[in-house]
């Protein structure tokens, strides 16, 4: 069955640093997402991405975020000069046509010390 | 904006007993629902998915129903099992924009043995 990949499973960076996150949608969807989940805290959306741009974006995805679909195969989150509070499980999900289900990777659990 | 509430919070059931989880959303404008299980750090285990135009799904002791009228869906658990401890949560498809899900708040189940 076709499934979402996301790599690394688990990242520890230090404040201050720049991590990339990276996605492996399902290969013929359309519509790619970011999510992230603070400890103890709700899903929270921060961005979707389609036909090659930002597509929609919460107030969370300021800035220090970017989002990038470099190769047609692989999606990336990146963060740039990572703080305390970007601490987190990341969330990417993929979507084929419009109303169908949208399919969500295991996770990357950020850590940043 | 789409919100999503969980009740109850928690809830602690003695091994065996039936338990229902309810969700509720504000705006009625979504193509489908999901319920997803979370176990302690980490990610989301799709447990079933129900079309805005159907009424329940049923996946062994699970079934989940839709009120989109209402704004409400329930997951029925039969006979639940310690191995059933975990957080649900419920995520909205919604049909505007780009179709982006919002999670409901969760409910942390633990079954007693």
């Known amino acids: 069955e076709p499934e979402v990949t996301q790599t690394p499973s688990h990242q520890v960076t230090q404040m201050g640093q720049e991590v990339i996150l990276r996605c492996v949608p399902i290969?013929?969807?359309?519509?790619f997402y970011w999510y992230r989940q603070i400890l103890g805290q709700k899903v929270e959306f921060l961005v979707s991405f389609y036909n090659n741009e930002i597509s929609e974006k919460s107030e969370i995805f300021d800035d220090q975020f970017s989002v990038e679909r470099p190769d047609g195969s692989n999606f990336t989150l990146k963060i740039r000069s990572t703080k305390l509070e970007d601490s987190a499980m990341y969330f990417c999900?993929?979507?084929?046509?419009?109303?169908?289900?949208?399919?969500f990777g295991q996770g990357t659990r950020l850590t940043v010390v | 904006k789409q919100e999503v509430t969980q009740i109850p919070a928690a809830l602690s059931v003695p091994e065996g007993e039936n338990l229902v989880l309810n969700c509720s959303f504000t705006?009625?404008?979504?193509?489908?629902l999901q319920w997803f299980r979370q176990d302690p750090g980490k990610g989301l285990t799709s447990l079933l998915l129900i079309q805005s135009s159907q009424r329940e799904q049923t996946s062994g002791r699970l079934n989940a129903s839709l009120d989109k009228s209402s704004g409400r869906s329930t997951l029925y658990i039969a006979a639940s099992q310690p191995g059933d401890s975990a957080t649900y949560l419920c995520a909205v498809g919604n049909s505007g924009g780009y179709q982006k899900v919002t999670f409901g708040t969760g409910t942390k189940l633990q079954v007693i043995p």
């Open positions: 705006d009625s404008a979504i193509y489908n």
């Open positions: 999900a993929s979507r084929g046509e419009m109303n169908t289900e949208a399919f």
């Open positions: 290969s013929n969807h359309l519509y």
